[in-house]
């Protein structure tokens, strides 16, 4: 069964901490991971991630994908209040049927405390 | 562009009753997907659908379940008989092509309460 697992599953900082969010997955053939951010209602895309080792970066968030050891990390550095979210990793699969997937973690919680 | 539209943004009933949630994707996405997030088990996919035409239903809990897409603007998911443990918020999302466009568009959301 496809599996993607997150860690912590919540976290509170102070403002100006730098964080480390970790995902990672046991997929049938994988195809892509995804973060997503979602504050109080729909999850917003923030980075998609094909090939290991190559970073994606958005002004303080940035990820990378390692597919040798199946796991990703998404660092926030300088966090600010409103960066407070429900950080949600995915990962693209394809089953044996050809029917293509996005299974999502539970989420890290982030609380960034002024 | 208005985004992926969902409707009703919360709805309570009682066990037993038939619940109905709408969803208008984004126009010109060919992919809809509907999800169920709660608590214990985070977002969960119960079926989607590419060109309107359903791709894989597996997530469906059970027969209680069932999802339409009669064109390309609109899609239903049908609760029939309710109940508490249905409650969850329900999201539909789209997206340009099947997922591997890497990025899905999400509704708001329907939060549903089965007392």
């Known amino acids: 069964e496809d599996k993607v697992v997150q860690s912590p599953l919540s ?71 409103g960066d407070s979210a429900v950080y949600l990793c995915a990962v693209e699969a394809r089953d044996q049927g050809g029917s293509e997937k996005l299974v999502f973690g539970k989420g890290t919680k982030l609380t960034v405390n002024p | 562009d208005a985004g992926v539209i969902q409707s009703p943004r919360h709805e309570v009933t009682e066990m037993g009753q038939e619940v109905t949630l709408r969803c208008k994707p984004i126009s010109g996405h060919n992919s809809l997907f509907w999800y169920r997030q709660t608590m214990m088990r985070g977002l969960e996919l119960l079926i989607y659908f590419n060109n309107n035409v359903p791709i894989d239903d597996s997530g469906m809990p059970e027969d209680r379940f069932s999802a339409k897409m009669p064109n390309a603007s609109f899609s239903t998911l049908k609760i029939q008989p309710s109940e508490p443990r249905d409650s969850a918020v329900y999201f539909c999302a789209s997206s340009l092509g099947v997922v591997n466009t890497g990025e899905l568009f999400f509704g708001e959301g329907s939060r549903l309460t089965v007392l």
């Open chain 1, 11 to 81: 976290l509170v900082v102070h403002e100006g901490d730098t964080v480390t969010l970790n995902c990672s997955y046991e997929v049938t053939n994988f195809r892509s991971l995804l973060w997503y951010k979602q504050e109080k209602k729909a999850p917003t895309f923030l980075f998609m991630l094909t090939s290991s080792g190559i970073e994606k970066k958005s002004g303080r968030l940035s990820s990378i994908l390692d597919k040798k050891e199946l796991f990703s990390i998404l660092n926030i550095t300088a966090t600010q209040t």
